[in-house]
């Protein structure tokens, strides 16, 4: 009985689970997730067919009456309902996916975008045809009805890079690039996740995906070209800033911050979360993860900083909100 109570109490968590809108494989926005759903159900109803195939040869045996089943009528019925219908829907169901296994083509002027994993975020770099590439982090846009392929790569151990609702997932390993084309077919704001075990933080590894209209997409790309524009009263920060050596892991165009080790942080202050996903994108949050970033998120090789005063963590943070 605890069994099937247990049993219980975990379907209705996944059923749970699969009621979120922005990070679901079954409220799809893209035409790859469109695929994997339609071929869900249709595998579903075979496997409810060769069930029901199968139910129905258990019954016949149990309810026969005695003498009334032969050995040669019963190995009829397993040859049957326990050996054709299953080998017939299920050749039937491989036929019928084998179409949706082609990728989607992708012609000399379709956008590409080179995601690494990093313990434990994302480097993300947009490379358009004919124009310079534009770098950014733990975000992801996109436009609606184009083409994009993402070339996927890890910098330190195996990823796994997935958008449920875009496509389906798509290992990152080290050395190797994969690739993953994809076509969003509505605007929205989603998430995407790292699947794949790979340290203390996996589970604070996400991103933010936003589909966008196209002429919005070129809009906010072109403008992501731009150099920074910080506040004019947030002078000290970038003094302070500067004065603990953040330039030495992050990069700010339009500054002297070159840093290829961490995020780049050029319009970190548009990003709705911090860290990957981990907290909103906040005065305070911004102040605790500069203060002690492996506290915030356990295995972060940004290091603390205990040495470094309230003053000049709040005079960072101010400056980096305002990296819009």
Request: with cysteine; net charge positive; charged share 15%.
């Amino acid at each position: 009985m605890r069994g099937v109570k247990a049993s219980v109490g975990a379907a209705a968590l996944l059923l749970l689970g699969a009621c979120n809108r922005h990070q679901s494989a079954l409220d799809v926005f893209g035409d790859e997730a469109a695929t994997v759903r339609h071929l869900t159900v249709v595998m579903l109803i075979g496997a409810i067919v060769i069930a029901a195939g199968v139910a129905a040869l258990m019954i016949a045996a149990v309810r026969a009456p005695e003498g009334k089943l032969t050995l040669k009528g019963g190995m009829r019925l397993v040859g049957w309902l326990g050996g054709a219908l299953p080998v017939v829907v299920l050749l039937g169901l491989l036929l019928y996916s084998l179409p949706a296994m082609r990728p989607l083509p992708v012609a000399r002027n379709d956008l590409r975008i080179a995601v690494e994993g990093e313990q434990f975020w994302w480097r993300v770099r947009y490379q358009p045809p004919g124009a310079a590439p534009v770098v950014t982090a733990n975000e992801i846009r996109i436009p609606v009805g184009r083409v994009v392929q993402f070339d996927l790569t890890a910098g330190d151990v195996i990823h796994s890079f997935w958008i449920p609702g875009l496509a389906g997932k798509m290992d990152m390993i080290p050395g190797r690039t994969n690739t993953l084309v994809v076509r969003a077919t509505k605007a929205g704001r989603f998430r995407g996740v790292c699947t794949e075990f790979c340290g203390l933080s996996h589970a604070l590894m996400a991103f933010d995906v936003v589909a966008m209209e196209p002429a919005a997409f070129d809009a906010w790309l072109a403008n992501e070209r731009r150099p920074a524009a910080p506040a004019a009263d947030t002078a000290a920060g970038a003094r302070a800033f500067a004065a603990n050596g953040c330039t030495g892991c992050h990069a700010i165009a339009g500054t002297p911050a070159a840093g290829q080790i961490g995020p780049d942080l050029t319009y970190i202050g548009s990003r709705t979360s911090l860290g990957a996903g981990t907290t909103p994108m906040t005065r305070d949050a911004l102040v605790r993860f500069i203060v002690d970033a492996p506290a915030v998120k356990p295995g972060a090789r940004m290091p603390a900083y205990p040495q470094l005063s309230r003053q000049d963590a709040q005079a960072i943070a101010a400056y980096l909100e305002s990296l819009k």
